[in-house]
């Protein structure tokens, strides 16, 4: 039981950082962007080519299965997948939107997602990769609760990356100015503030989360190109559960998904875990759409 | 070209440009002048405000401020020309309290510039004050028509729009409002005003433009045009709105 809560917060904190991409940008720039779980898929296979370039695994910090090369790999394929995301919005999504079919733009990121997926399969072909081959051995931390070290650090790592980003809206004038595009755009305009930069910086800073999410994903589950397209429905509740564009919401949401999907395995067998969020997709949607931190009122990112 | 601090010459424009609304409407503001425009629903007035400052496109015509042509602005660069806008509705952002509400609305100004105006906005609204860390949908209408103006006065501009803003308003508030856009004209600010509530508004303005259909229909000294039979037939007597 011990074990399971500990696995469904790793797994939910993962989901977390790609849903607070997700719902910044679906917040910000109003379409359910279904290319976003590619992203996380883009990002980690962008670090294990980085890692390739870097050459051998070498030095390992500490207890952990990787060294120094793979945070300057993750934070290349936060640049990599930033441009991406900069390109899809120049090519893709900024001709789309403003037209009278919202339905139009969603469906795109639908082709953008297949699109990116098959870049990643091309390159980096169908079968299984892993970042490191270091056999790590999980410490017992409590009785009947063994942790990887790896995943003390991806737990970590969400908890400051969520606590700066918070600050980051709170604080500077661009995280205003996001949450201010979010709740009315014309208005935004009307005081001054280039939408155009703004969102920009949404795609970056999204990105740059789904890129991160991938990399630590990868660290505790084997690469393949489809790893974002079985986070997509996970992201998806996330995101709804704690209303969109709210980001301190899609952490919750995250961790709500992940706990159920590994609390799921004493109730149902363990084939059935990737309904869950789907199950719980269908219940806050049936009772409560706007999620549980949304208001009634168009939810802008908080 | 003319002596007027603001022009805007043979305007046309609408939501979309196949489908104008305003069909060449001309009007100008002088420094320090406060200007009203009245007319009838669809008359286009909103429209003809929304297209200078930029909201709207504009298809053909002109808009001048200080002799700079503002015509092809985009939106966000509107603040920087001098010339602020208060929309009708949602002119406030309700997530966002009001200090941030006021910080945003210096957006184009340096941070530190930015700071020392949005503290000038608590000296001249002192009653924004005790609310400065409340989310803004806590504020009343007036409260809130109060805080969008403060906003749009943080970059100093020449010129402030104004699209009714005594909507939804208490007589009292309204009365309120308008004595405070009339200390603004004083002190050299020029205000140009979208009503519906005709006579309170011609009654404190300079000058009052009337449009029908998306035309100049009349125009004068707002003293002289409020005994006008015609404008009183139709805006101000019986047959008048009041809101």
Same mark, same amino acid.
């Given at each position: 039981?011990?074990?399971?809560?500990?696995?469904?917060?790793?797994?939910?904190?993962?989901?977390?950082?790609?849903?607070?991409?997700?719902?910044?940008?679906?917040?910000?720039?109003?379409?359910?962007?279904? &290319?976003?779980?590619?992203?996380?898929?883009?990002? #980690?296979?962008?670090?294990?080519?980085?890692?390739?370039?870097?050459?051998?695994?070498?030095?390992?910090?500490?207890?952990?299965?990787?060294?120094?090369?793979?945070?300057?790999?993750?934070?290349?394929?936060? /640049?990599?997948?930033?441009?991406?995301?900069?390109?899809?919005?120049?090519?893709?999504?900024? !001709?789309?939107?403003?037209?009278?079919?919202?339905?139009?733009?969603?469906?795109?990121?639908?082709?953008?997602?297949?699109?990116?997926?098959?870049?990643?399969?091309?390159?980096?072909?169908?079968?299984?990769?892993?970042?490191?081959?270091?056999?790590?051995?999980?410490?017992?931390? &409590? +009785?009947?609760?063994?942790?990887?070290?790896?995943?003390?650090?991806?737990?970590?790592?969400?908890?400051?990356?969520?606590?700066?980003?918070?600050?980051?809206?709170?604080?500077?004038?661009?995280?205003?100015?996001?949450?201010?595009?979010?709740?009315?755009?014309?208005?935004?305009?009307?005081?001054?503030? $280039?939408?155009?930069?703004?969102?920009?910086?949404?795609?970056?800073?999204?990105?740059?989360?789904?890129? /991160? =999410?991938?990399?630590?994903?990868?660290?505790?589950?084997?690469?393949?190109?489809?790893? @974002?397209?079985?986070?997509?429905?996970?992201?998806?509740?996330?995101?709804?559960?704690?209303? /969109?564009?709210?980001?301190?919401?899609?952490?919750?949401? *995250?961790?709500?998904?992940?706990? #159920?999907?590994?609390?799921?395995?004493?109730?149902?067998?363990?084939?059935?875990?990737?309904?869950?969020?789907?199950?719980?997709?269908?219940?806050?949607?049936? /009772?409560?759409?706007?999620?549980?931190?949304?208001?009634?009122?168009? =939810?802008?990112?908080? | 070209?003319?002596?007027?601090?603001?022009?805007?010459?043979?305007?046309? &424009?609408?939501?979309?440009?196949?489908? +104008?609304?305003?069909?060449?409407?001309?009007?100008?503001?002088?420094?320090?002048?406060?200007?009203?425009?009245?007319?009838?629903? *669809?008359?286009?007035?909103?429209?003809?405000?929304?297209?200078?400052?930029?909201?709207?496109?504009?298809?053909?015509?002109?808009?001048?401020?200080?002799?700079? $042509?503002?015509?092809?602005? !985009?939106?966000?660069?509107?603040?920087?020309?001098?010339?602020?806008?208060?929309?009708?509705?949602?002119?406030?952002?309700?997530?966002?309290?009001?200090?941030?509400?006021?910080?945003?609305?210096?957006?184009?100004?340096?941070?530190?510039? #930015?700071?020392?105006?949005?503290? %000038?906005?608590? $000296?001249?609204?002192?009653?924004?004050?005790?609310?400065?860390?409340?989310?803004? %949908?806590?504020?009343?209408?007036?409260?809130?028509?109060?805080?969008?103006?403060?906003?749009?006065?943080?970059?100093?501009?020449?010129?402030?729009?104004?699209?009714? +803003?005594?909507?939804?308003?208490?007589?009292?508030?309204?009365?309120?409002?308008?004595?405070?856009?009339?200390?603004?004209?004083?002190?050299?600010?020029?205000?140009?005003?979208?009503?519906?509530?005709?006579?309170?508004?011609?009654?404190?303005?300079?000058?009052?433009?009337?449009?029908?259909?998306?035309?100049?229909?009349?125009?004068?000294?707002?003293?002289?045009?409020?005994?006008?039979?015609?404008?009183?037939?139709?805006?101000?007597? #019986?047959? @008048?709105?009041?809101?």
């Amino acid at each position: 039981m011990l074990q399971a809560l500990a696995d469904g917060i790793l797994t939910g904190s993962i989901i977390a950082l790609g849903a607070i991409g997700l719902t910044l940008t679906m917040g910000i720039l109003r379409f359910a962007n279904f &290319a976003h779980a590619e992203m996380i898929t883009w990002g #980690a296979y962008m670090a294990l080519g980085a890692l390739a370039l870097m050459g051998p695994f070498m030095a390992p910090l500490g207890a952990l299965s990787f060294g120094l090369p793979l945070i300057i790999a993750m934070v290349i394929a936060a /640049v990599l997948t930033s441009l991406l995301a900069l390109m899809i919005d120049h090519l893709v999504f900024r !001709p789309l939107h403003g037209r009278p079919n919202d339905m139009t733009i969603v469906f795109s990121s639908f082709g953008v997602s297949l699109l990116v997926r098959m870049v990643v399969l091309l390159i980096f072909g169908g079968s299984a990769q892993y970042y490191s081959n270091t056999l790590q051995i999980a410490v017992p931390v &409590a +009785p009947g609760l063994r942790i990887l070290p790896d995943q003390l650090f991806v737990l970590g790592f969400t908890i400051v990356t969520v606590i700066s980003l918070h600050f980051f809206l709170q604080r500077t004038r661009l995280g205003l100015a996001m949450r201010a595009l979010a709740e009315n755009p014309t208005l935004a305009r009307v005081n001054g503030i $280039d939408t155009r930069v703004v969102i920009r910086w949404t795609w970056v800073i999204g990105a740059s989360l789904a890129a /991160v =999410a991938g990399v630590l994903y990868g660290l505790t589950v084997q690469l393949r190109p489809e790893i @974002g397209f079985h986070l997509l429905l996970p992201l998806f509740a996330a995101v709804i559960i704690g209303g /969109v564009g709210n980001v301190f919401g899609a952490v919750v949401g *995250g961790l709500i998904v992940g706990l #159920a999907e590994s609390l799921s395995v004493f109730i149902i067998p363990p084939s059935y875990k990737l309904a869950v969020p789907f199950i719980i997709l269908l219940i806050v949607l049936y /009772v409560r759409p706007t999620g549980i931190f949304g208001s009634a009122h168009h =939810a802008g990112a908080k | 070209m003319s002596g007027h601090l603001f022009q805007a010459n043979n305007v046309v &424009a609408g939501y979309r440009p196949d489908l +104008p609304i305003i069909h060449g409407v001309s009007m100008h503001v002088d420094a320090a002048e406060m200007v009203t425009i009245i007319g009838p629903n *669809g008359a286009g007035k909103s429209t003809m405000i929304k297209a200078i400052a930029g909201v709207l496109p504009i298809s053909s015509g002109s808009v001048t401020l200080a002799g700079k $042509d503002i015509t092809r602005l !985009p939106t966000h660069g509107m603040a920087a020309a001098s010339i602020a806008y208060v929309p009708q509705t949602d002119n406030v952002f309700t997530t966002l309290t009001i200090n941030e509400n006021l910080l945003l609305g210096a957006s184009s100004l340096p941070k530190a510039k #930015a700071l020392e105006q949005v503290g %000038k906005a608590y $000296d001249k609204f002192p009653a924004l004050k005790q609310y400065r860390d409340k989310k803004a %949908k806590v504020l009343s209408g007036g409260q809130r028509q109060m805080l969008a103006v403060a906003r749009a006065l943080l970059t100093d501009p020449h010129l402030i729009m104004l699209d009714e +803003p005594s909507a939804g308003l208490s007589p009292l508030m309204v009365s309120d409002v308008f004595a405070r856009l009339r200390e603004l004209v004083e002190s050299g600010v020029s205000v140009l005003m979208v009503e519906q509530n005709a006579k309170a508004a011609m009654a404190v303005s300079h000058r009052t433009y009337v449009l029908a259909e998306g035309r100049n229909r009349v125009e004068g000294v707002s003293s002289a045009l409020a005994q006008d039979p015609e404008v009183i037939a139709i805006y101000l007597g #019986a047959g @008048g709105r009041k809101r």
